[in-house]
């Protein structure tokens, strides 16, 4: 799910679920040192979502969380969406 440039989703490199913000190489002011010359964009891990044993914690990477309104508003939802799935499978493991 994205919502401007921030995404939840699913990352099969780090094997969790993670929030990411998307931006254009060079046009940023954040200091990358290259210009990209095609209209590519590139992205970087806001937070990681870890399950544990009573439902998911998110894990702020620095303070890239609170860089971005638009983090805030992905990751209350994208926190919700997985406590709520992690108490409906926890529901149905124990009516087997």
């Known amino acids: 799910m994205r919502f401007r440039n921030i995404e939840f989703r699913w990352s099969d490199v780090n094997n969790k679920h993670e929030l990411v913000k998307w931006y254009k190489p060079g046009g940023d002011g954040k200091g990358v040192s290259y210009v990209s010359t095609d209209d590519k964009e590139?992205?970087?891990v806001v937070a990681f979502f870890?399950?544990?044993k009573e439902g998911y914690d998110m894990r702020t990477i620095g303070d890239r969380f609170f860089e971005d309104?638009?983090?805030?508003?992905v990751g209350k939802?994208?926190?919700e969406f997985l406590n709520e799935t992690f108490e409906i499978e926890r529901q149905e493991e124990d009516n087997l």
């Open 42 to 44: 590139v992205c970087y």
């Open 50 to 52: 870890d399950k544990g």
């Open 69 to 73: 309104k638009d983090a805030f508003v």
């Open 77 to 79: 939802y994208a926190i």
